[in-house]
């Protein structure tokens, strides 16, 4: 099978997400693929390309060249399958020259909610019909795309990628006082985040916590915790140096779960994370993980849990085991994919 890849390497490693799982399968002679990069195209900062994006649409500069380059690889490749991971800046017009050129099978695999306007452009909404399959990281979504017109509509989690997700320790004396916390949380300052990490402090003020992420440094009562943002290995050093990881999902973004649902127990930590019904599904309560409805509720279990570590190390090593030792690798997802297709 011939696939396409369009994705981005902006957040490397986390993505391209299916890139090394399309590597794995190209070894065992089930695919050939290529990998069209959409970062090349545009911006370093995401901030600045939908900056630039909402004043031009589509007579960016960058925006044009990536279509025109993306159809002239299409028909050059001539894939069965074009796997779009988002896609926001793919125009319906090179979307449907993709369809006449090579009568290829679009499918999108939606990292985001397409609806949310914080992370959607005009051209994602007005694309969705055009998709002969239109995999949903939200189940929240679902019944909306199939109200834009896409008929194939099918549910399918995030998951980890083992070369980048694992445990890893410290091996200096800086990396240990780096990276040892009490609490951590990876990922951005949302506003309906705020009250959550302000309410924690005022009742936790000992406890040493770490917030990574975009734009926590803006904000007066919590620029303190602020430790910047990490990737790669020192993701990996930020869960492995920490007692309690805090897993939240984005309620904009009408999550039931996230990346790091998968990507904080395939790194060893110990994860907190909100009672949702695609968590209760992945995860077993207070055995794999330990689930919370509310600030007062999670405040109340960070207490216990710091105090009691042996509760925590095992209940740490069962998600671990079950992320691991389950399907939940991107070449797990990408078989899962290539099964709905066939």
Not at 88 to 98: D, E, H, Q, V
Not at 158 to 163: A, D, E, I, L, V
Not at 214 to 224: N, P, V
Not at 315 to 336: L, P, S
């Amino acid at each position: 099978m011939r696939i396409l890849l369009v994705d981005t390497s902006q957040y490397y490693p986390s993505s391209p997400m299916f890139l090394e799982a399309l590597e794995e399968l190209a070894e065992e002679n089930i695919c050939h693929f290529e990998f069209f990069d959409i970062a090349n195209f545009l911006p370093k900062t995401y901030i600045t390309h939908k900056v630039l994006y909402r004043l031009f649409g589509e007579r960016l500069t960058s925006y044009q060249k990536l279509n025109r380059s993306l159809l002239t690889l299409a028909c050059n490749f001539c894939p069965e399958v074009v796997l779009v991971v988002k896609g926001a800046y793919i125009s319906p017009c090179t979307l449907n020259g993709i369809k006449e050129e090579t009568d290829a099978l679009l499918v999108n695999y939606a990292t985001d909610d397409p609806f949310n306007p914080a992370s959607n452009t005009k051209y994602l909404i007005e694309s969705i019909l055009l998709y002969d399959l239109y995999i949903c990281t939200k189940k929240a979504i679902m019944a909306d795309v199939q109200r834009y017109g896409c008929t194939n509509v099918k549910f399918l989690p995030f998951g980890f990628k083992p070369s980048v997700h694992f445990p890893e320790i410290t091996v200096t004396a800086e990396e240990k006082a780096r990276f040892t916390s009490d609490i951590v949380f990876i990922g951005g300052c949302d506003r309906d985040r705020i009250p959550f990490f302000e309410t924690l402090v005022r009742a936790l003020p000992s406890a040493k916590l770490h917030l990574y992420g975009g734009y926590w440094d803006r904000h007066a009562t919590l620029r303190h915790y602020h430790h910047g943002i990490v990737l790669g290995r020192d993701y990996r050093l930020a869960l492995g140096g920490t007692k309690i990881a805090i897993n939240l999902v984005r309620r904009a973004n009408r999550d039931g779960h996230v990346m790091r649902t998968f990507e904080v127990p395939a790194c060893g930590a110990f994860m907190m994370t909100e009672r949702t019904e695609e968590h209760r599904e992945i995860f077993e309560e207070d055995k794999d993980t330990v689930f919370f409805g509310s600030i007062d509720e999670a405040i109340e279990k960070i207490r216990y849990y710091l105090e009691h570590n042996a509760e925590r190390i095992y209940i740490a090593q069962n998600g671990y085991n079950k992320i691991v030792n389950g399907t939940n690798t991107y070449t797990n997802r990408v078989r899962e994919i290539l099964n709905m297709i066939n």
